[in-house]
């Protein structure tokens, strides 16, 4: 069966960097594009940007454009969020979910001094 | 960017009556293929979204047949027959048309 298996909470400090990862398994790792989606607590969905894990192309929200990035290791069927310059109102559960729509567990991020 | 607007924002409702939900898009979602991107997803509390339903009226795999979904070019509903405990959850459209994909703000299901 298809899993999304995302990494652990994290906490950091403002300007600091995360990054979060989500381990595909039961279907091909190239085959389906690769979303990242955010959910503030409380707050609906917002989302990030896609990536290709076969080419590795991207295309990031207006919003994301400079400090996201999506990175694969289709060795490990593994696809990578990296988001930087974190501030407070980065504090979310960050999604990754395929274009055929399998959704990973999330991974929820605190940014906090 | 489209902006996806669902109403109610709430809806109590009791258990083996139906519920509707409605979802309006600011502009056509007819892509230039001929499909149309929208979709449903359900999010229990403390669970992550799960898809439901994908281009308007597809039944993804292992949802109940008491889910349903219809609509067309802006206008879009999601329908659930006879609402169970399970059901209780918020509820989000989604199109995939035009980039930024972009969600309504959610609709709460919950027992009166």
């Known amino acids: 069966q298809v899993q999304l298996v995302q990494s652990g909470a994290e906490v950091k400090k403002p300007g600091a960097s995360v990054k979060v990862s989500c381990k595909a398994s039961?279907?091909?790792?190239?085959?389906?594009?690769m979303h990242w989606v955010r959910q503030a607590p409380g707050q609906g969905l917002e989302w990030m940007g896609w990536?290709?894990?076969?080419?590795?192309?991207?295309n990031y929200a207006q919003k994301f454009q400079g400090w996201v990035t999506m990175t694969r290791d289709t060795s490990i069927s593994t696809a990578y969020m990296e988001l930087s310059r974190l501030r407070s109102d980065d504090t979310a559960v960050y999604y990754c979910?395929?274009?055929?729509?399998?959704w990973g567990q999330g991974t929820l991020v605190t940014v906090s001094s | 960017d489209i902006v996806m607007t669902q109403t109610p924002l709430s809806s109590p409702v009791t258990l083996g009556q139906p519920a509707s939900i409605s979802c309006r898009s600011s502009?056509?979602?007819?892509?230039?293929?001929?499909?149309?991107?929208l979709s449903w997803l359900q999010q229990r509390p403390g669970q992550p979204p799960r898809l439901l339903i994908y281009?308007?009226?597809n039944r993804f795999s292992g949802v109940p047949d008491r889910f349903s979904g219809s609509g067309a070019g802006t206008d879009f509903t999601l329908k659930i027959s006879r609402v169970e405990a399970e059901d209780v959850g918020v509820y989000y459209c989604?199109?995939?048309?035009?980039?930024?994909?972009?969600f309504g703000g959610g609709t709460k299901v919950e027992i009166k």
């Open positions: 989604m199109q995939a048309t035009q980039f930024p994909l972009t």
């Open positions: 502009q056509s979602l007819v892509h230039s293929d001929g499909n149309t991107y």
């Open positions: 281009k308007i009226s």
């Open positions: 990536i290709n894990p076969n080419s590795g192309g991207t």
């Open positions: 979910a395929t274009t055929h729509g399998y």
């Open positions: 039961g279907y091909t790792f190239t085959g389906y594009y």
